[in-house]
């Protein structure tokens, strides 16, 4: 099927410099096949194919959120999740992702979840599963969520980051615990063999745990290096969870490829980065929304850790701003559908303009994860993961909120705007005035 999305004003965050231009987008099946400006003049209509006037709305690439933890459940202050099965688990997560998408959410890193589950999502989403004989029953059926990368079961050293005492799963594995360089190295080598596409280290404390802190270091120099190589050897990369800027310094020398929280992260950290093109995913909801603690009842010690921390993660973001680090964005709180547009909000707060702010949900995570031939900017011959908004985020990055429109792959998830897809054909309109 052919689709024409016109009279909309398109922002391709194909550049740096973004500016809304009046444009119709033609979609062939999956992909985007043509961008026809105005001064192009009138566009020819192909036979039996859908138009949609977008009336002057704003057209985008799919927006990502770069730390999510799909089937988490944190904070958790009753324990549920110590004695909930798989089942329950994936059902939880197939509610948060599918629900990321009907705002606009079109991608996602899950940056460690328990049991895998984000694998069989990705593998889900992607209409892979189920196999077999019983594929032929659920083609037409499918499951829509936003496409993922993933990083399986994290790795943290044994009592480090998360852990919470003598409390443990009974039916899921949320972590895997491994202490030297060679045992590390087999955790990643296993998160890897069961389908990873990053592996996820924990190299410092941070919020959620009882006995930790943003600033303490847990991993050392060499174990984070071993999973880094064997990581490497696959053609795969590392992110870590990152507080201490001594610490994100030993990771970055050691070969990681993505910062997540750099709570800490000092000048020389960041100039680090910079030189050796190290992604900055700075989560600002995590000590920034206290509206959002207080309602989802984390606990007192988190609470009071996260806010204490709050000015100097906002410094880290500015600090990596002023360095040229290349930033995602990503919240790490849950559910996605209620967060992830709030994390780029924050993060306008906090100094990132509302171009820069698209640009680290659109273009940047798709370099981050090698996808950026065929997603990311709006552009011929990518995917046509796209969103439609009421209003110009440019001018109020909220505009995000007032989404009307979801597309993954040329096929329309959410159409808020009533009446406006009509089928055409040549007798009906010889061409689309822009």
């Not at 959620?208 to 880094?228: L, P």
């Not at 509206?291 to 500015?318: F, K, Q, T, V």
Request: hydrophobic share 40%; aromatic share 6%; net charge negative.
């Amino acid at each position: 099927m052919t689709l024409y999305l016109t009279n909309g004003r398109v922002i391709d965050c194909a550049t740096d410099r973004l500016e809304p231009y009046p444009a119709t987008v033609v979609i062939e099946g999956p992909q985007i096949v043509a961008i026809h400006e105005r001064d192009d003049g009138p566009i020819p209509l192909l036979p039996d194919a859908t138009v949609i006037d977008l009336g002057g709305r704003y057209l985008l690439p799919g927006l990502w959120d770069c730390h999510c933890h799909p089937g988490g459940m944190i904070p958790d202050p009753h324990r549920i999740a110590c004695f909930e099965t798989e089942a329950e688990l994936t059902l939880r997560a197939l509610r948060n992702t599918m629900a990321a998408l009907r705002v606009g959410v079109t991608a996602l890193r899950a940056t460690g979840d328990a049991s895998f589950v984000d694998i069989a999502l990705r593998e889900t989403f992607a209409n892979r599963q189920p196999a077999g004989l019983w594929k032929r029953g659920y083609d037409d059926k499918r499951l829509h969520g936003p496409r993922l990368f993933c990083a399986g079961i994290g790795i943290r050293i044994t009592g480090g980051h998360g852990s919470n005492g003598r409390v443990e799963e009974v039916y899921t594995r949320s972590c895997l615990e491994a202490d030297g360089p060679a045992a590390v190295a087999q955790a990643a080598r296993y998160v890897m063999k069961m389908g990873a596409d990053w592996v996820k280290l924990m190299i410092t404390g941070g919020i959620a745990g009882i006995r930790e802190g943003m600033g303490e270091s847990q991993m050392t120099f060499d174990e984070i290096k071993a999973a880094c190589e064997a990581a490497h050897r696959k053609g795969l990369k590392v992110c870590a969870h990152t507080g201490a800027a001594a610490a994100a310094k030993e990771g970055i020398r050691a070969g990681l490829d993505s910062i997540e929280h750099g709570y800490q992260l000092d000048e020389e950290a960041c100039e680090m980065m910079a030189e050796r093109g190290v992604y900055y995913c700075p989560t600002l909801s995590v000590t920034h929304d206290e509206e959002y603690m207080r309602r989802w009842e984390w606990p007192d010690y988190s609470i009071r850790r996260a806010l204490e921390g709050a000015e100097a993660h906002r410094r880290a973001l500015e600090t990596a701003l002023k360095a040229g680090v290349k930033i995602v964005n990503g919240a790490d709180l849950n559910p996605i559908a209620d967060t992830a547009i709030a994390e780029i909000e924050w993060v306008v707060k906090a100094g990132m303009t509302p171009a820069q702010a698209l640009i680290a949900s659109t273009r940047r995570p798709a370099e981050m994860c090698g996808v950026e031939d065929i997603l990311g900017t709006i552009t011929a011959g990518k995917l046509a993961d796209l969103i439609v908004v009421e209003a110009n985020p440019l001018q109020n990055i909220s505009a995000l909120r007032q989404v009307q429109m979801v597309l993954k792959e040329g096929e329309i998830i959410v159409d808020r705007l009533g009446n406006a897809v009509n089928r055409f054909d040549r007798l009906a309109a010889a061409s689309i005035p822009l």
